[in-house]
């Protein structure tokens, strides 16, 4: 058992606890935020993807160690005063998600995409989401809600 100090969703945070415990569960059983999904467990569905320090982190594999000192944000703190982000907003108004389970993961890692690239284009799009897997089919209503959500947050200028 270890201290690990970290920010989470803009409040710092010290939890001791096994520094090897992923962090999914961690941010699930420990602390409660839910919105983080286990999907496969490998890294491989993105239903688990978080920011660290700004860059979209698969939380089902990363010991809740190699988050000492960073910044950390769930699904849960990317909406800020009762209003959603931007690319939230494009998610629920282009239907981006159908039964949801792999829409926080697919929220934070278009995220950290827009993040990296403001002005995708709809193949650098596919591009960067590839590694989230959405079983539903909702993949056109996401690929749009990503491009809605670069206008958006380009104070819509495409």
């Not at 935020?33 to 700004?54: E, N």
């Not at 959405?134 to 993949?139: E, N, T």
């Not at 209503?141 to 495409?158: D, F, P």
Request: proline share 3%.
């Amino acid at each position: 058992m270890k201290p690990i100090a970290f920010t989470l969703n803009g409040v710092a945070r010290t939890l001791t606890l096994d520094e090897d415990r992923n962090l999914m569960w961690v941010l699930r059983d420990d602390l409660g935020l839910t919105g983080t999904k286990f999907g496969c467990g490998a890294a491989f569905c993105g239903a688990c993807t978080v920011l660290v320090d700004g860059k979209a982190t698969r939380a089902c594999i990363t010991p809740v160690s190699r988050v000492a000192g960073k910044k950390v944000v769930t699904i849960e703190g990317l909406a800020t005063d009762e209003h959603l982000h931007p690319v939230q907003e494009a998610f629920v108004e282009k239907l981006g998600y159908q039964c949801g389970f792999c829409t926080s993961g697919m929220i934070m890692g278009a995220h950290a995409l827009l993040a990296a690239n403001p002005k995708p284009t709809r193949e650098q799009i596919v591009q960067g989401m590839e590694r989230h897997l959405c079983r539903c089919g909702a993949h056109g209503r996401i690929i749009e809600a990503i491009e809605s959500a670069a206008v958006k947050l380009s104070g819509g200028k495409s």
